[in-house]
Protein backbone atom coordinates (compact mmCIF):
# COMPACT_ATOMS: atom_id res chain seq x y z
CA UNK A 1 0.00 0.00 0.00
CA UNK A 2 3.03 2.14 0.87
CA UNK A 3 4.40 1.68 -2.73
CA UNK A 4 0.79 2.53 -4.02
CA UNK A 5 0.59 5.42 -2.18
CA UNK A 6 4.26 6.54 -3.44
CA UNK A 7 3.26 6.27 -6.96
CA UNK A 8 0.12 8.40 -6.57
CA UNK A 9 2.06 11.29 -4.61
CA UNK A 10 4.65 11.14 -7.85
CA UNK A 11 2.07 11.59 -10.39
CA UNK A 12 0.18 14.49 -8.94
CA UNK A 13 3.56 16.06 -8.91
CA UNK A 14 4.40 14.85 -12.23
CA UNK A 15 0.66 16.07 -13.55
CA UNK A 16 0.70 19.24 -11.37
CA UNK A 17 4.28 19.99 -13.12
CA UNK A 18 2.75 19.79 -17.06
CA UNK A 19 -0.08 21.86 -15.69
CA UNK A 20 2.54 24.62 -14.34
CA UNK A 21 4.51 24.03 -17.64
CA UNK A 22 1.69 24.49 -19.61
CA UNK A 23 0.72 27.95 -17.43
CA UNK A 24 3.87 29.45 -18.03
CA UNK A 25 3.87 28.81 -21.97
CA UNK A 26 0.45 30.41 -22.08
CA UNK A 27 2.19 33.08 -20.27
CA UNK A 28 4.70 33.45 -22.94
CA UNK A 29 2.69 34.22 -25.90
CA UNK A 30 3.61 37.20 -27.53
CA UNK A 31 1.22 39.39 -29.71
CA UNK A 32 2.96 40.15 -32.75
CA UNK A 33 1.22 43.27 -34.69
CA UNK A 34 0.29 42.16 -38.75
CA UNK A 35 -1.68 43.25 -41.74
CA UNK A 36 -3.01 41.90 -44.47
CA UNK A 37 -2.78 42.47 -48.13
CA UNK A 38 -4.34 40.81 -51.50
CA UNK A 39 -1.83 41.13 -54.30
CA UNK A 40 -4.02 41.03 -57.71
CA UNK A 41 -2.46 40.58 -60.67
CA UNK A 42 -4.63 42.61 -63.64
CA UNK A 43 -1.43 43.59 -65.78
CA UNK A 44 -2.52 41.93 -69.45
CA UNK A 45 1.26 42.36 -70.45
CA UNK A 46 2.85 39.53 -69.12
CA UNK A 47 1.56 36.19 -67.84
CA UNK A 48 3.57 36.20 -64.84
CA UNK A 49 4.38 38.30 -61.99
CA UNK A 50 6.50 38.41 -58.58
CA UNK A 51 5.63 40.71 -56.02
CA UNK A 52 8.40 41.52 -53.57
CA UNK A 53 7.98 43.57 -50.10
CA UNK A 54 10.91 44.92 -48.56
CA UNK A 55 13.03 42.96 -50.84
CA UNK A 56 11.24 39.98 -49.84
CA UNK A 57 9.49 37.42 -52.23
CA UNK A 58 6.12 37.56 -50.78
CA UNK A 59 4.68 34.64 -53.66
CA UNK A 60 5.94 31.06 -53.15
CA UNK A 61 5.83 30.77 -57.26
CA UNK A 62 4.62 33.43 -59.55
CA UNK A 63 1.00 35.33 -59.49
CA UNK A 64 -0.11 34.29 -63.00
CA UNK A 65 -2.73 36.78 -64.65
CA UNK A 66 -5.61 37.13 -63.12
CA UNK A 67 -5.04 35.05 -59.91
CA UNK A 68 -4.03 36.66 -56.78
CA UNK A 69 -2.28 36.29 -53.22
CA UNK A 70 -5.07 35.93 -50.40
CA UNK A 71 -4.89 37.58 -46.80
CA UNK A 72 -3.07 34.69 -45.36
CA UNK A 73 -0.37 34.74 -47.49
CA UNK A 74 0.15 38.62 -48.01
CA UNK A 75 0.87 39.31 -44.04
CA UNK A 76 3.03 42.02 -43.26
CA UNK A 77 4.20 43.55 -40.38
CA UNK A 78 2.51 47.48 -40.23
CA UNK A 79 4.29 50.79 -41.21
CA UNK A 80 5.30 52.09 -44.42
CA UNK A 81 6.53 48.91 -46.52
CA UNK A 82 8.65 49.21 -49.91
CA UNK A 83 6.42 47.09 -52.48
CA UNK A 84 7.30 46.11 -56.20
CA UNK A 85 6.29 44.41 -59.14
CA UNK A 86 8.55 42.38 -61.12
CA UNK A 87 7.94 40.47 -64.07
CA UNK A 88 8.71 36.65 -62.93
CA UNK A 89 12.41 35.20 -64.02
CA UNK A 90 13.55 39.10 -65.05
CA UNK A 91 15.07 42.08 -63.52
CA UNK A 92 11.76 43.94 -65.44
CA UNK A 93 10.45 46.96 -62.10
CA UNK A 94 6.57 47.79 -63.56
CA UNK A 95 5.60 48.80 -59.93
CA UNK A 96 7.91 50.39 -57.94
CA UNK A 97 6.36 52.53 -54.75
CA UNK A 98 5.49 52.29 -50.99
CA UNK A 99 2.20 51.22 -48.83
CA UNK A 100 1.42 52.27 -45.81
CA UNK A 101 -0.49 49.68 -43.49
CA UNK A 102 -1.98 49.14 -39.60
CA UNK A 103 -1.84 46.72 -37.27
CA UNK A 104 -5.00 43.99 -38.03
CA UNK A 105 -6.07 46.14 -40.92
CA UNK A 106 -7.00 44.41 -44.26
CA UNK A 107 -6.04 46.00 -47.92
CA UNK A 108 -6.27 44.69 -51.65
CA UNK A 109 -3.08 45.54 -54.33
CA UNK A 110 -3.91 45.00 -57.45
CA UNK A 111 -1.59 45.92 -60.58
CA UNK A 112 -3.19 46.14 -64.08
CA UNK A 113 -2.87 47.60 -67.43
CA UNK A 114 -1.04 46.85 -70.45
CA UNK A 115 2.81 47.30 -72.38
CA UNK A 116 3.80 50.54 -71.10
CA UNK A 117 0.74 51.40 -69.55
CA UNK A 118 1.07 49.96 -66.40
CA UNK A 119 -0.50 51.13 -62.92
CA UNK A 120 -1.64 50.08 -59.50
CA UNK A 121 -4.14 50.85 -57.33
CA UNK A 122 -3.92 50.28 -53.45
CA UNK A 123 -7.29 50.41 -51.48
CA UNK A 124 -8.26 49.17 -47.11
CA UNK A 125 -10.78 46.63 -47.02
CA UNK A 126 -13.59 47.93 -44.34
CA UNK A 127 -16.42 46.37 -42.75
CA UNK A 128 -19.77 47.34 -44.66
CA UNK A 129 -21.87 50.06 -42.74
CA UNK A 130 -25.22 48.98 -41.36
CA UNK A 131 -24.25 45.10 -41.76
CA UNK A 132 -26.62 43.24 -42.38
CA UNK A 133 -25.78 39.08 -42.18
CA UNK A 134 -28.56 38.22 -44.41
CA UNK A 135 -26.64 39.80 -47.41
CA UNK A 136 -23.63 39.58 -49.67
CA UNK A 137 -21.57 42.45 -50.44
CA UNK A 138 -19.71 43.66 -53.38
CA UNK A 139 -17.64 46.26 -55.02
CA UNK A 140 -16.17 47.22 -58.76
CA UNK A 141 -13.14 48.33 -59.79
CA UNK A 142 -13.00 48.97 -64.03
CA UNK A 143 -9.19 48.57 -64.78
CA UNK A 144 -9.76 46.95 -68.22
CA UNK A 145 -8.13 49.40 -71.26
CA UNK A 146 -9.50 51.08 -73.85
CA UNK A 147 -12.49 50.62 -71.71
CA UNK A 148 -15.45 53.48 -71.72
CA UNK A 149 -17.42 54.09 -68.72
CA UNK A 150 -19.04 51.49 -67.52
CA UNK A 151 -22.41 49.56 -65.87
CA UNK A 152 -22.31 46.19 -64.12
CA UNK A 153 -25.42 44.62 -63.82
CA UNK A 154 -26.03 41.34 -61.90
CA UNK A 155 -28.17 38.33 -64.29
CA UNK A 156 -30.50 35.77 -62.08
CA UNK A 157 -32.85 33.59 -63.84
CA UNK A 158 -32.73 36.34 -67.32
CA UNK A 159 -33.12 38.98 -65.08
CA UNK A 160 -30.47 41.77 -65.11
CA UNK A 161 -30.10 44.05 -61.91
CA UNK A 162 -27.79 47.01 -62.07
CA UNK A 163 -25.61 47.08 -59.56
CA UNK A 164 -22.97 49.22 -60.80
CA UNK A 165 -23.65 52.71 -62.87
CA UNK A 166 -21.25 54.96 -65.25
CA UNK A 167 -17.89 53.62 -63.95
CA UNK A 168 -14.90 55.40 -65.84
CA UNK A 169 -11.65 53.35 -66.02
CA UNK A 170 -10.20 54.03 -62.24
CA UNK A 171 -7.36 54.86 -61.24
CA UNK A 172 -5.77 55.44 -56.78
CA UNK A 173 -8.22 58.09 -55.92
CA UNK A 174 -11.51 57.08 -57.87
CA UNK A 175 -10.88 53.35 -56.14
CA UNK A 176 -10.09 55.06 -52.85
CA UNK A 177 -13.59 56.48 -53.63
CA UNK A 178 -14.97 52.99 -54.57
CA UNK A 179 -13.38 50.81 -52.28
CA UNK A 180 -16.92 50.70 -49.92
CA UNK A 181 -19.00 47.66 -50.22
CA UNK A 182 -22.69 47.61 -51.18
CA UNK A 183 -25.06 45.15 -50.20
CA UNK A 184 -26.83 42.59 -52.48
CA UNK A 185 -29.11 39.51 -52.28
CA UNK A 186 -27.38 36.82 -51.89
CA UNK A 187 -27.46 33.88 -55.02
CA UNK A 188 -26.01 32.98 -57.96
CA UNK A 189 -25.56 35.35 -60.72
CA UNK A 190 -23.96 35.92 -64.33
CA UNK A 191 -21.85 38.73 -64.21
CA UNK A 192 -22.21 41.42 -67.56
CA UNK A 193 -20.36 44.48 -68.28
CA UNK A 194 -21.90 46.96 -70.66
CA UNK A 195 -21.04 50.63 -72.14
CA UNK A 196 -23.59 53.43 -70.98
CA UNK A 197 -25.89 52.14 -73.87
CA UNK A 198 -26.13 48.81 -73.05
CA UNK A 199 -23.75 47.43 -75.39
CA UNK A 200 -22.58 44.25 -73.50
CA UNK A 201 -18.68 44.58 -73.37
CA UNK A 202 -17.97 41.19 -71.10
CA UNK A 203 -19.73 38.59 -69.67
CA UNK A 204 -18.22 36.49 -66.86
CA UNK A 205 -19.18 32.64 -68.40
CA UNK A 206 -18.91 31.08 -65.17
CA UNK A 207 -22.23 32.06 -62.67
CA UNK A 208 -20.84 33.53 -59.56
CA UNK A 209 -22.32 32.46 -55.78
CA UNK A 210 -22.25 35.32 -53.28
CA UNK A 211 -22.99 34.10 -50.29
CA UNK A 212 -24.57 35.81 -47.51
CA UNK A 213 -21.91 37.84 -44.97
CA UNK A 214 -19.51 37.75 -47.40
CA UNK A 215 -16.83 40.39 -49.34
CA UNK A 216 -16.31 40.35 -52.79
CA UNK A 217 -14.63 42.16 -55.22
CA UNK A 218 -15.31 42.91 -58.89
CA UNK A 219 -13.07 44.03 -61.39
CA UNK A 220 -12.56 43.90 -64.71
CA UNK A 221 -8.85 43.60 -66.79
CA UNK A 222 -7.70 42.89 -69.91
CA UNK A 223 -8.06 44.99 -73.16
CA UNK A 224 -11.34 46.17 -74.94
CA UNK A 225 -11.60 45.16 -78.47
CA UNK A 226 -8.01 42.49 -78.28
CA UNK A 227 -8.76 39.34 -79.10
CA UNK A 228 -5.32 38.12 -77.56
CA UNK A 229 -6.12 39.90 -73.70
CA UNK A 230 -10.34 40.34 -74.15
CA UNK A 231 -11.81 42.46 -71.82
CA UNK A 232 -12.80 40.02 -68.93
CA UNK A 233 -14.58 40.05 -65.73
CA UNK A 234 -13.07 38.54 -62.51
CA UNK A 235 -14.14 38.37 -58.76
CA UNK A 236 -12.56 37.14 -55.67
CA UNK A 237 -13.91 36.40 -52.00
CA UNK A 238 -12.53 38.33 -49.52
Known amino acids: MKTKNYFVLLMMLFVGGLT ?8 DYVYIPTAYVNYVNAYAGVDRL ?11 SFVPYGKYIPYGLGRTIP ?3 KFRAIVTGTNDVLV ?15 IYGYQDTVSSIFVEDRDATNFDASKAYI ?8 TPSVKVNLIQNGTPTNVFNDRPVDNQTSATANAGFIA ?25 TLSAGRY ?3 L ?3 INGNAQKPMVVGIFQH
Do not use: H, K, P, W
Open 20 to 27: FSACNDDD
Open 50 to 60: DIVLDNNLVNN
Open 79 to 81: GTR
Open 96 to 110: DSTINVRDSATYTSV
Open 139 to 146: RFFNLSEN
Open 184 to 208: TNQGSYTIQVTDMNGTQLALRDEAA
Open 216 to 218: YTI
Open 220 to 222: TRG
